[in-house]
């Protein structure tokens, strides 16, 4: 049975009409041998494996996990589970890093949490004492603990004043809170999971939703396979699941998402499919939209997409004649060029519409990482925690009060530092001290070459916090080993605002222990202590942290006061903002239609889409905006490089539906491993054929960055374009050639978020070696070994 779900992936449907609930399907993968009769008790959790959320409990028998269960009460699941859901939490079951490492003679060797931390805490106090707060950065993930968080935020504007903190959530959701505060005032989604329930019409921008979440898919599968379904309308160059599905399917040219955008503004505006009194009271900017998409006409689109000028008038039309309609907007759009411009768009599609704080009219701007959320609600993003304004001396004046320290130490005189640039810094040997934890860099950065001569330079300390070795520990001067899901207590969001308590169910291996723990310790063993000369961070327990980020949460748009471990233990999830006056939770935000807009609430002012120059706030007080929404434009530019005769294909990189970012979990998982072993080169027949390129030939990708080898799919992506798996690397291919998609990707970013532009530069392909049959056959002999580089001398 556990391996039917490797093949259907979704599982069976359970069809459903709009307006009824969505119905229970329990999901259950316990290990080979194990019955449920055989389980000691169950442990209250939350799947980490996409930014889905979903409720699950784990098996405990004689202190370890052994199965999984879907949660049938849970708001965001209903019981399901997918396959990394069902299969993953077994990667974390070997291999592990189980006692702290630190670099002697340019070799990882074994030693004690004290030696550790003694490095730790030397270097981090010789480059405070020498060269100040600015020679600390701090890079994290989008799969920690909310607890873990804030803690951390905490230590670093309140206990060292460093502005350098940003996580990989800047390479996969940072388009996503910029675009919404850039509409609206702040980060936070506006809808919910339920409007999928009851609309007329989904629309997905660079959203492969069947992949990259496999549970919601299954949500919008079962109503399609109900009465009267919604249509749906996709925008990516690859034909998916989700494009197969749909009315209307733009598989447009890579770098011209804006483009479209501007189009289907175009075409609501000219066929008057505006609701203007609401447009009138509720937004700002309309003229200025209106002139800036005029030259987008549909056949203008379709000549720079090369789409069909008809799909983006029908896609158009569905859009403006639907009375509900959902957007859902991923890594297609955000790691793009004009990212958030483009996704921006999306928002002024509802805006026209007044489509927004009701049942069935929601704009999802989606996350790829289940805790990314958290990552931005506390600040370890770089912003200020509870989504306050660094450029609001009031806003900095309420955390200075909260933390009882002086204002000036909280970092507030610049634009927080972006993790591009942070590495940027850490090459030039500004930033001495580079804190690492759960993600990997060496695989996950763009221009994959430099970032390891960064790491593995002597300019830079580089700590990790990790639980198994993988190419960016084997960079590292000391490596200190983390717990994972299930072996510690926190709290995490969802996409949709829905909290889930995950309760610990057994013991880390070893000598592991959870971030928190190892900030509290760094904290302690650094003395930082604020004013009144309490510990900073004033916490040693998990609980204790939730407690004091609902303080810091208090009165803003992510508001938790109402919220406890108590609350959350035994509940289906809880959305914020959840306050005493609301104390289950809020289904969806703005329903006044009122935004988070006015001047000393805001988290930003807003930004150039164009250029990414900040508006000040004398400027945005004289917009007036007030609680309305910004409608803000850009013309479509070309992407900074498009395909050439030298490289004549566009590059696309993405998830895939069996791993999880660079597969440190998900490789150790033998049913997700044998189901993607490898990476694979995707490439449309009218490419392939004059390449002389067939399924399954190696092939050799190459830009003018790098290269990497795969195998060939020969599949239904739009003509001109390629596109690569991004969860491979090096790991388990000692002296191979390099799989790692992001060998070839460029050093570009977003002006307005900062993220990077993955989805795109040029590349050329050529054949290396004849396949051994119809498709890419898998590496039967790769193995989970990691390369034991030594370097730093």
């Known amino acids: 049975m556990a391996h039917d779900r490797i093949k259907d992936i979704w599982g069976p449907t359970t069809g459903f009409a709009a307006g009824e609930p969505w119905p229970v399907r329990v999901d259950t993968h316990l290990r080979d ?54 299969f993953g939490w077994q990667g974390q079951l070997r291999d592990r890093i189980t006692t702290p490492l630190v670099r002697r003679n340019g070799t990882l060797v074994e030693a004690s949490w004290d030696e550790a931390m003694g490095l730790v805490v030397e270097r981090s106090r010789a480059l405070l004492d020498s060269k100040g707060p600015l020679s600390h950065g701090f890079y994290t993930s989008g799969q920690l603990m909310l607890e873990e968080y804030y803690t951390l935020a905490v230590i670093g504007k309140a206990g060292i004043g460093t502005p350098h903190m940003d996580g990989n959530t800047r390479l996969c959701t940072a388009t996503a809170a910029a675009a919404l505060k850039e509409s609206f005032g702040t980060d936070g989604q506006p809808g919910s999971y339920t409007d999928l329930d009851v609309c007329d019409a989904v629309f997905h921008y660079g959203h492969n939703v069947a992949e990259t979440q496999t549970v919601l898919w299954a949500r919008m599968l079962d109503r399609l396979a109900g009465p009267n379904p919604p249509l749906h309308v996709c925008v990516d160059p690859r034909r998916t699941k989700v494009a197969e599905a749909s009315e209307v399917h733009l598989a447009v040219r890579p770098g011209t998402n804006q483009a479209v955008m501007n189009g289907l503004i175009r075409e609501l505006i000219h066929r008057d499919w505006v609701d203007h009194a609401w447009v009138e009271e509720h937004t700002v900017g309309y003229d200025e939209l209106a002139k800036t998409v005029e030259p987008y006409t549909a056949q203008q689109v379709a000549e720079i997409c090369r789409v069909e000028a008809r799909d983006v008038e029908r896609a158009a039309e569905i859009f403006g004649t639907s009375d509900r309609v959902v957007s859902t907007v991923l890594q297609g759009f955000y790691q793009s060029h004009q990212a958030t411009a483009a996704s921006v ?6 805006l026209l519409r007044g489509m927004l704080g009701r049942p069935g009219a929601a704009i999802l701007q989606m996350n790829g990482q289940p805790t990314a959320q958290n990552n931005r609600e506390t600040g370890v993003d770089g912003d200020l925690s509870g989504f306050r304004n660094w450029n609001n001396e009031s806003h900095v004046q309420e955390l200075a009060d909260l933390w009882d320290v002086d204002p000036i130490v909280i970092p507030h005189w610049s634009p927080p530092t972006h993790a591009m640039q942070i590495f940027r810094y850490a090459e030039q040997g500004s930033i001495g001290f580079l804190w690492i934890a759960g993600t990997n860099p060496a695989v996950s950065m763009p221009d994959l070459g430099r970032i390891r001569r960064i790491l593995g330079g002597d300019q830079v300390f580089v700590v990790v916090n990790e639980a198994f070795r993988n190419e960016t520990t084997e960079l590292a001067d000391v490596v200190l080993p983390s717990a994972l899901w299930g072996e510690k207590t926190g709290t995490f969001t969802n996409v949709d605002r829905t909290v889930h308590l995950a309760d610990k169910a057994v013991d880390p291996p070893g000598q592991a222990r959870c971030d928190l723990d190892i900030w509290v ?5 650094m003395g930082f202590t604020d004013r009144s000369g309490r510990p900073i961070p004033r916490w040693d327990t998990p609980e204790d942290a939730f407690d004091g980020w609902r303080e810091c949460s208090r009165g803003r748009p992510c508001d938790y006061s109402g919220m406890s471990y108590a609350k959350l233990r035994g509940s289906g999830g809880i959305q914020w903002p959840c306050t005493d006056e609301a104390p289950e939770g809020t289904e969806r935000i703005y329903t006044d239609h009122v935004f988070n807009t006015q001047d000393d609430y805001c988290e930003n002012y807003g930004h150039d889409l164009l250029t990414g120059a900040a508006v000040d706030a004398t400027e945005h007080k004289a917009m007036r905006y007030d609680g309305r929404a910004r409608l803000k434009a850009a013309p479509w530019t070309p992407p900074p490089e498009f395909p050439s005769d030298e490289y004549p294909l566009g590059l696309g990189t993405g998830r895939t539906v069996f791993h999880f970012h660079t597969r440190t979990k998900t490789m150790r998982a033998t049913e997700l491993h044998e189901a993607a072993p490898d990476a694979w080169v995707e490439i449309a027949p009218e490419d392939a054929g004059p390449l002389g390129i067939a399924e399954g030939d190696l092939v050799r990708v190459e830009s003018a960055r790098g290269a990497l080898e795969a195998r060939a799919r020969v599949s239904d992506i739009r003509p001109g374009a390629v596109f690569v798996p991004f969860h491979y690397g090096d790991v388990d291919r000692d002296g191979r050639p390099s799989r790692a998609a992001n060998e070839l990707t460029i050093t570009a970013w977003d002006p307005v978020s900062k993220q990077p532009a993955f989805k795109g530069g040029a590349v050329r392909v050529t054949k290396v070696a004849d396949g051994d049959g119809p498709s890419p056959a898998p590496d039967n002999t790769a193995s989970a070994r990691t390369s034991r580089t030594s370097r730093k001398g």
């Open 521 to 525: 310790d760094y904290a302690r063993r």
């Open 345 to 350: 768009q999306v928002n002024n599609l509802h």
């Open 33 to 86: 041998g194990i019955h449920e009769e055989d389980v000691d008790h169950w442990v209250q959790s939350a799947c980490v494996l996409c930014s889905n959320g979903c409720g699950v409990d784990i098996a405990v028998r004689d202190g370890q996990m052994v199965g999984v269960r879907g949660r049938e009460d849970d708001r965001v699941s209903r019981g399901r589970l997918g396959p990394k859901g069902l």
